[in-house]
C-alpha cells in the first residue's frame, strides 16, 4: 500500500501574504482523494517524535537547534528562512522530519512511500534557508544509517534548485551520495559541492533534461550500489515555475517521476519522496504536476 506522510498544515494558518506556496500542501490531498488515486488509508498524520530527536541532533549544531527551537535566531539569519519565525512554525519543521522517517519505514515494508512536505534541502546544519529549517531527508538518512537499515544512500535531488544544504550536510559522509540536477542560473548562486552536480542551461527542454537524466542515473545507482534512494520531485523545473528557469512539461516531469521508480523497481531498491518545490502562477498545475508523482506511484508500484 502507498503511505503518504500528509501534516495538515492549515491548524496553525501562516500570516496573511505567507500561505503561497503553501497552499499546494492542502489541496493536493484533496485533489488525489476526489480523483480515486489515493483512499483516506493511503495517508498517515505523522507527529513529534521525541526519539527521534536524536536523529535531527545528528545533522543540525546544538547551536542552531537551540536557537530555533527557542525562536531566538538573529533577524539577519532568520530572514534568509523566508518565513516570520514561530513555534508552530518549527513544531511543523519538527513533525515534517519525523514524517520521512515514518515514511522510510514504510518504503522498506513497500518498496515506495511519500511525504506530501519535506523536500527541505536548503537547510544546512547550522542554518536555514529558503523555507527551509530542518533537512528532512538527511535526517532521515541518519535514522536509517544509525538503525542500521541501510548502509549506503543515494540522495536524488531533481527540484530545480541545488540540494546546498544536503550537499554540505554529507559533504564528508561516504555513505550518502548527494546528486543535484538542478538549473545552473537559478538559487542558490553560490552552490556547494554535492558529490555529483548536473546544472542544467536555462530554458532546457523535456528532451535533454530527459536525456541527461537516463544517460546518468543508471549509471550513478550502480557505480554507488545503495541500498536506499531518496528522491526529492521538485514540480519547479516546469516553464510555467516563477523560480525556475528551466523550460520542462508537466508530461515531461512526468515521464522523469517514471525514470525514476523505474530504476529503483528494477533493482529492488526502497525509495522515499519528498515533495519539495513547485510556483506555477496557476495552482492547477502545481498540483497536476505533483500529483502526477503520486498517480506513477500507485500504477507502477500497486
Do not use: W
Amino acid at each position: 500500500m502507498l503511505k503518504i506522510a500528509f501534516h495538515p498544515i492549515y491548524k496553525h494558518p501562516l500570516p496573511e501574504g505567507h500561505r503561497f506556496p503553501m497552499d499546494k500542501y492542502d489541496l493536493l490531498p484533496k485533489q488525489l482523494l476526489h480523483e480515486g488515486t489515493c483512499e483516506p488509508e493511503n495517508f498517515f498524520e505523522p507527529q513529534i517524535n521525541l526519539d527521534n530527536e536524536t536523529y535531527i541532533q545528528s545533522v543540525h549544531t546544538p547551536d542552531y537547534l537551540e536557537q530555533l527551537y527557542n525562536i531566538s535566531i538573529e533577524p539577519r539569519i532568520a530572514r534568509k528562512i523566508g518565513f516570520p519565525l514561530s513555534a508552530e512554525l518549527v513544531k511543523r519543521e519538527r513533525i515534517i522530519a519525523n514524517g520521512t522517517i515514518e515514511a522510510c519505514n514504510y518504503a522498506l515494508e513497500y518498496g515506495v512511500s511519500m511525504n506530501i512536505a519535506g523536500g527541505t534541502h536548503h537547510a544546512y546544519s547550522d542554518h536555514g534557508e529558503a523555507f527551509c529549517m530542518l533537512n528532512d531527508q538527511a535526517i532521515a538518512a541518519h535514522y536509517l544509517l544509525q538503525n542500521k537499515l541501510a548502509k549506503q544512500i543515494l540522495v536524488v535531488d531533481l527540484d530545480v534548485h541545488q540540494g546546498n544544504g544536503t550537499a554540505e550536510i554529507f559533504q564528508k559522509d561516504d555513505r550518502v551520495f548527494t546528486f543535484s540536477m538542478h538549473g545552473k542560473s537559478n538559487y542558490p548562486f553560490k552552490k556547494e559541492i554535492s558529490d555529483l552536480d548536473i546544472p542544467m542551461e536555462d530554458n532546457c527542454g523535456d528532451e535533454q533534461y530527459l536525456e541527461t537524466l537516463k544517460a546518468t542515473l543508471p549509471k550513478l545507482i550502480d557505480q554507488v550500489k545503495p541500498d536506499f534512494i531518496f528522491f526529492l520531485s521538485g514540480v519547479d523545473i516546469l516553464s510555467t515555475d516563477k523560480l525556475g528557469k528551466l523550460g520542462c512539461s508537466v508530461a515531461g516531469c512526468k515521464k522523469r517521476d517514471e525514470f525514476v521508480f523505474e530504476q529503483c523497481l528494477q533493482r529492488e531498491i526502497p525509495v522515499e519522496v519528498s515533495m519539495g518545490g513547485g510556483y506555477s502562477k496557476d495552482i492547477k498545475t502545481i498540483i497536476d504536476a505533483h500529483a502526477n508523482t503520486y498517480r506513477t506511484a500507485q500504477l507502477m508500484y500497486f
